[in-house]
Structures are given as structure tokens and as C-alpha cells.
């Protein structure tokens, strides 16, 4: 697996999204590390979670990402979206 793994949830394939803050993606693996899907966004994805009616609304919570070092500066920018992209699978377990 390549990135930096952030907030995670799991699908009803036991797959596992995570969100990737400095490569401003999420991504979903299966044992083993082998990427699935890759969605690709334009600005750090910080988590993400499978919800919806149907469990098949990928959340993501993104904001722009400078660094550690400027961290109180993007703070303040304001730049956090919540983005959603329809999966396949459905996520797995509550909520």
C-alpha cells in the first residue's frame, strides 16, 4: 500500500477505504494492499465513510493541504468540503 492512510471505513467486501491527506485521494484496498479504486480529489482527504440510503455514498471530508508547517494558515482559510462519490459496495456494519 502507498500513501498516507488517515480516516477509514470498511465494505461489505471487507475491502477498506481510507483517506489520503497529502496525495488528496481516497482509496480502497483489500488484504493484501491491492488498490481497488482510487478516487482522486483536489485537496487533501482527511477521512472518509460509506453512508447513504443505501450504504453506497462514499463520504469524504477534505480541505487544502499545505503541510504540518502551515497548518494554522490553512486553518483559517477555510478550504473543508464534504464530497461524495457513489461506490459499488455498500459499506459494512453501523453506521
Do not use: S
Amino acid at each position: 500500500m502507498t500513501g498516507v492512510p488517515d480516516g477509514i471505513c470498511i465494505d461489505a467486501e471487507n475491502a477498506v477505504w481510507y483517506a489520503d491527506v497529502p496525495n488528496k485521494r481516497c482509496v480502497r484496498v483489500r488484504e493484501g494492499a491491492d488498490v481497488l479504486q482510487t478516487v482522486g480529489v483536489d485537496r487533501g482527504c482527511f477521512a472518509c465513510m460509506l453512508g447513504g440510503h443505501d450504504k453506497k455514498t462514499l463520504f469524504i471530508v477534505a480541505a487544502e493541504w499545505r503541510g504540518m508547517e502551515k497548518i494554522a494558515e490553512v486553518a483559517r482559510a477555510r478550504t473543508g468540503q464534504l464530497l461524495t462519490v457513489e461506490t459499488l459496495v455498500p459499506g459494512a456494519g453501523w453506521p
